[in-house]
């Protein structure tokens, strides 16, 4: 186990020219600050899915997609919206079905849906369900068939005994019969009355190793494909234990009253007793676990029996909230939800490594700490801020990654040197004041995701975003474009797989972008190269294949054998194969 340790300035340290410091208060409309990146769309909250800011039961939480269409989570149930006009979605149908977290992952035509608080029902019910027992309450991964995007069907789910706090699909490449969803757990423990097999125990700082407390595992539920009904978990691995004592709490155990470095409670706690959120990588057989008081690293190659391959620790994590590995899988990115999301952590006393994300390389299964990044503007205190969620944006040969920030707003952040995060984009609102004029407003990003060319977000309270990136010197039109041209027919977040754009155009010239920025070639034949390949592209819109091949062969013949110049020449290579 690595503890990490280590400051960072404070978050004063920002610059004090940064627009997003100081912006208005508001809620529509509002005040904002931008660079690099635009809201193109933003559709408000509509009944039965609006209420006042601070309303939990009716928040808006993650995303997934499938084909032209966004599905937004929420407390109260879930939305779908049309955005095959990428600046003007439309919201095409809502499905009301209550009981939190709501959390969405699609595949083919199923939707799987977290459920976790009390209130949940089999049916959907909006009633409630009373009781400390209730025969009707639903808690764990409903199931949907999406075939019809209007007509949703839900087929019967899984039950479990912490219900479902976030879950994540699974692929086994070699059972394509089946998908698997790792789901976890939170909230407290059901009485086996309700649920057989539930067993609630203490969290303690001794060792744990006898029964079977539902606690310190995760569930693995297999979804059979040809009959999503019969889903089922097979098993209940305890991640967590220690190999040489067998303690089924073998990781953090940190108990409550431990301070944080800030001199105030850790809140939430890291005691690793389940997991947050997962996110998987089936391509390269691993799995990152953010687990309130522990990164993972888990071996998936077995989805029905994952292991556990390494851990980490940190004293500045309050709770380990998510992850997110690079587009190629060898590096890692964890967020810390200090605060649980709810609290202002990116005030001028918080420092940059309180509530931020830690990356790290993964080298021979191990993860090695390099660094941690932040949102760097200061935030009022009426601003609930801190790391949240996020995916990568698929710009060849460079680690990008997109990431919601709460009431912090937007960040896209260049993370291809982990120990030198860049912040190259950004969006902000100013702090929301209603209902409570001076207080805190529950509100902000939770969701930001990069899907067929543009960004989505899932604001709590204003509603759902559209963002489109602007090329700038860091991050150039011909780079936004190849990365565009990944397309997908359906995205999860949390299920990962290498996102490589096809040899284009675009991708010869977003590398040769890429080696001018590094200066690794000269401007004379950089300037060379270009009109070879515009000129190429040219003959190429007009059907004159071989003219193309000519001007990207005499292209290939300015470039030298240099490492910097090499994944052009590569590029270049395997477009005029594609072309032949």
Request: glycine share 8%.
């Amino acid at each position: 186990m690595l503890l990490l340790g280590g400051l960072l300035p404070a978050a004063a340290s920002a610059q004090d020219d940064d627009p997003r410091v100081g912006l208005e208060p508001g809620y529509f409309p509002w005040s904002e600050a931008s660079s690099n990146l635009d809201l193109l769309d933003n559709d408000p909250r509509v009944a039965p899915f609006d209420a006042p800011p601070g309303n939990f039961g009716f928040v808006n939480s993650d995303l997934a997609f499938t084909g032209d269409n966004a599905i937004v989570g929420s407390f109260n149930g879930f939305q779908i919206y049309d955005i095959s006009d990428r600046t003007n979605p439309v919201l095409r149908s809502s499905f009301v079905c209550p009981g939190g977290q709501g959390d969405p992952s699609v595949f083919g035509d199923l939707l799987f849906i977290s459920v976790e608080e009390t209130r949940g029902r089999i049916d959907c019910g909006t009633q409630g369900a009373p009781g400390a027992v209730n025969p009707e309450r639903f808690r764990g991964v409903r199931i949907f068939d999406i075939s019809d995007l209007d007509n949703p069907v839900q087929l019967p789910g899984v039950q479990t005994c912490r219900g479902s706090h976030t879950h994540t699909l699974v692929t086994d490449p070699d059972d394509p019969h089946n998908i698997y969803v790792y789901n976890s757990g939170t909230a407290g423990v059901r009485p086996s009355a309700e649920l057989a097999g539930c067993e609630n125990a203490a969290l303690t700082q001794a060792p744990v190793t006898s029964g079977n407390p539902t606690q310190w595992r995760i569930d693995v539920i297999k979804v059979p494909l040809d009959a999503p009904e019969d889903a089922h978990v097979v098993s209940q691995p305890r991640i967590f234990t220690d190999p040489d004592t067998g303690a089924f709490n073998g990781l953090q155990n940190t108990l409550p009253g431990a301070l944080h470095p800030s001199g105030t409670a850790y809140s939430p706690l890291p005691n690793t007793n389940t997991c947050h959120d997962v996110t998987a990588f089936p391509e390269v057989g691993l799995l990152a676990g953010a687990c309130q008081g522990n990164g993972i690293l888990l071996d998936i190659s077995d989805p029905v029996n994952p292991v556990r391959i390494d851990a980490v620790s940190d004293p500045n994590f309050s709770y380990w909230h998510s992850a997110q590995f690079s587009n190629d899988g060898t590096k890692v990115m964890f967020t810390d939800e200090w605060g649980g999301g709810t609290s202002a952590r990116c005030r001028v006393t918080d420092r940059l490594e309180w509530g931020a994300d830690a990356l790290f390389d993964i080298v021979d299964g191990q993860m090695e700490f390099a660094s941690y990044f932040k949102m760097p503007a200061v935030q009022t205190s009426q601003e609930n801020c801190v790391a949240h969620n996020s995916s990568v944006i698929p710009v060849p040969n460079r680690d990008i990654y997109v990431q919601a920030w709460y009431q912090g707003g937007v960040s896209v952040i260049d993370f291809t040197d982990t120990a030198n995060p860049v912040e190259i984009a950004y969006f902000d609102r100013g702090p929301i004041n209603s209902p409570n004029p001076s207080g805190l407003n529950l509100g902000g990003l939770w969701s930001a995701y990069w899907y067929n060319g543009f960004i989505y977000g899932t604001e709590i309270a204003r509603g759902f975003d559209t963002y489109g990136l602007v090329a700038n010197e860091l991050l150039t039109a011909n780079e936004i474009e190849a990365a565009s041209e990944v397309q997908l027919d359906q995205f999860n977040s949390q299920l990962m797989s290498e996102l490589v754009a096809a040899p284009s155009f675009a991708v010869v010239l977003a590398n040769l972008d890429q080696v001018v920025r590094a200066a690794d070639i000269d401007a004379n034949t950089a300037e060379r190269v270009r009109q070879a390949v515009d000129q190429a592209e040219k003959q190429a819109d007009k059907g004159n294949v071989r003219s193309a091949l000519a001007q990207l062969n005499h292209a290939v013949g300015e470039v030298d054998d240099s490492a910097g110049q090499a994944t052009l020449e590569q590029a270049l290579l395997d477009l005029i194969d594609a072309l032949s």
